[in-house]
């Protein structure tokens, strides 16, 4: 090869160094300024020599490839803190720990907008949105595609899968797919072209709590559309066993019995709910107490005093009731009001 194609040859491998260079440095310092890659080089003080095509001596970093690994993500488990982040939403920039407060939290992604499997299930949990408010949880969705195409497609929604009712929780605007990242939203193929294309397996839901600890998540291909319900069923047997100590059984649904952990005796536990009845000594069931569960959802951490209209449902049994709060009325008064209703 002659030195002039030499020289060109360098010129372009240099270019394409710069460019990988400059994608890497500028999604890690999205995500924490102290992860750039200029300031690792800095801090590690790794870093090497080359010439330009005009001979004069540039210092960079010594790694050139850059790549998302996979061991660099956050290892989401449960019971782990939720990774924070800041990002823009429908409803304006967040930071989202403080988005979550002192509320439980779902958090559900999707690949992009105005895919049709995607656009049933942000109507479903749209529909069912009062009743996660009513058990202190906030809805967020996800999709890798900007603010403006989410608004159109929230039109859609509307117009097709929400049951005449108002969509009116945020989209995160996830185009350059640094919470999927954060979040390991993505299967094994969909990881290596993270950065560019549709990741179709941005299909996840994480239920999590005003502690911002991940109680529960889940990941669905993309060809199966998720159960809303479940995720409903899910957030009620969380929210009764941290009120009540109790386990819940396969398929459980309120008003159904629940178990008695092997940590507590059957004595304590005949003290605390009342008639237990023993399948095995492991395998023991009590009556789902609706009163002590919805009273210690209502007076428990998660509870917020600020609301202004308050309703409670109680269902036990396919037996439902319904009490309703009016701005300005103490808790003391709730809570006798509660009383009254669900009977002391």
């Given at each position: 090869?002659?030195?002039?194609?030499?020289?060109?040859?360098?010129?372009?491998?240099?270019?394409?160094?710069?460019?990988?260079?400059?994608?890497?440095?500028?999604?890690?310092?999205?995500?924490?300024?102290?992860?750039?890659?200029?300031?690792?080089?800095?801090?590690?003080?790794?870093?090497?020599?080359?010439?330009?095509?005009?001979?004069?001596?540039?210092?960079?970093?010594?790694?050139?490839?850059?790549?998302?690994?996979?061991?660099?993500?956050?290892?989401?488990?449960?019971?782990?803190?939720?990774?924070?982040?800041?990002?823009?939403?429908?409803?304006?920039?967040?930071?989202?720990?403080?988005?979550?407060?002192?509320?439980?939290?779902?958090?559900?992604?999707?690949?992009?907008?105005?895919?049709?499997?995607?656009?049933?299930?942000?109507?479903?949990?749209?529909?069912?949105?009062?009743?996660?408010?009513?058990?202190?949880?906030?809805?967020?969705?996800?999709?890798?595609?900007?603010?403006?195409?989410?608004?159109?497609?929230?039109?859609?929604?509307?117009?097709?899968?929400?049951?005449?009712?108002?969509?009116?929780?945020?989209?995160?605007?996830?185009?350059?797919?640094?919470?999927?990242?954060?979040?390991?939203?993505?299967?094994?193929?969909?990881?290596?072209?993270?950065?560019?294309?549709?990741?179709?397996?941005?299909?996840?839901?994480?239920?999590?709590?005003?502690?911002?600890?991940?109680?529960?998540?889940?990941?669905?291909?993309?060809?199966?559309?998720?159960?809303?319900?479940?995720?409903?069923?899910?957030?009620?047997?969380?929210?009764?066993?941290?009120?009540?100590?109790?386990?819940?059984?396969?398929?459980?649904?309120?008003?159904?019995?629940?178990?008695?952990?092997?940590?507590v005796s059957t004595s304590d536990a005949?003290?605390?709910?009342?008639?237990?009845?023993?399948?095995?000594?492991?395998?023991?069931?009590?009556?789902?107490?609706?009163?002590?569960?919805?009273?210690?959802?209502?007076?428990?951490?998660?509870?917020?005093?600020?609301?202004?209209?308050?309703?409670?449902a109680l269902i036990a049994a396919g037996?439902?009731?319904?009490?309703?709060?009016?701005?300005?009325?103490?808790?003391?008064?709730?809570?006798?009001?509660?009383?009254?209703?669900?009977?002391?």
């Amino acid at each position: 090869m002659s030195t002039g194609n030499h020289a060109m040859a360098r010129a372009h491998a240099y270019k394409q160094e710069d460019i990988c260079l400059t994608l890497a440095n500028s999604f890690f310092n999205s995500i924490d300024p102290e992860m750039s890659v200029l300031t690792l080089a800095r801090k590690t003080l790794l870093t090497s020599a080359r010439r330009s095509r005009s001979g004069a001596r540039i210092v960079v970093p010594a790694v050139r490839h850059f790549a998302f690994n996979a061991a660099d993500q956050p290892r989401i488990r449960i019971g782990s803190t939720a990774p924070n982040f800041k990002a823009l939403t429908t409803d304006g920039e967040i930071d989202f720990h403080e988005f979550v407060g002192d509320s439980w939290t779902i958090l559900f992604s999707h690949p992009a907008d105005f895919t049709p499997v995607c656009t049933t299930e942000l109507g479903a949990f749209a529909a069912l949105q009062e009743e996660f408010t009513k058990r202190n949880a906030k809805l967020i969705g996800l999709s890798a595609d900007g603010l403006e195409s989410h608004g159109e497609w929230v039109k859609d929604i509307e117009e097709t899968s929400t049951s005449g009712k108002k969509f009116d929780f945020p989209i995160i605007a996830d185009k350059d797919r640094n919470v999927a990242f954060l979040y390991d939203m993505v299967d094994e193929e969909g990881f290596k072209n993270i950065n560019s294309g549709m990741a179709m397996t941005i299909r996840n839901v994480f239920i999590i709590d005003p502690k911002k600890k991940v109680r529960l998540f889940l990941v669905y291909p993309a060809s199966t559309g998720r159960n809303t319900a479940e995720v409903l069923r899910v957030l009620d047997a969380l929210q009764l066993a941290d009120g009540q100590g109790i386990a819940t059984p396969v398929d459980w649904v309120p008003g159904k019995d629940v178990i008695v952990p092997v940590s507590v005796s059957t004595s304590d536990a005949a003290k605390k709910f009342g008639e237990v009845r023993e399948v095995k000594p492991y395998l023991r069931f009590v009556k789902h107490n609706v009163k002590s569960s919805v009273l210690s959802l209502f007076g428990g951490p998660s509870y917020s005093s600020s609301s202004n209209y308050t309703t409670f449902a109680l269902i036990a049994a396919g037996v439902g009731a319904a009490l309703v709060g009016s701005e300005g009325l103490s808790k003391d008064s709730r809570v006798a009001d509660l009383e009254n209703v669900v009977g002391k």
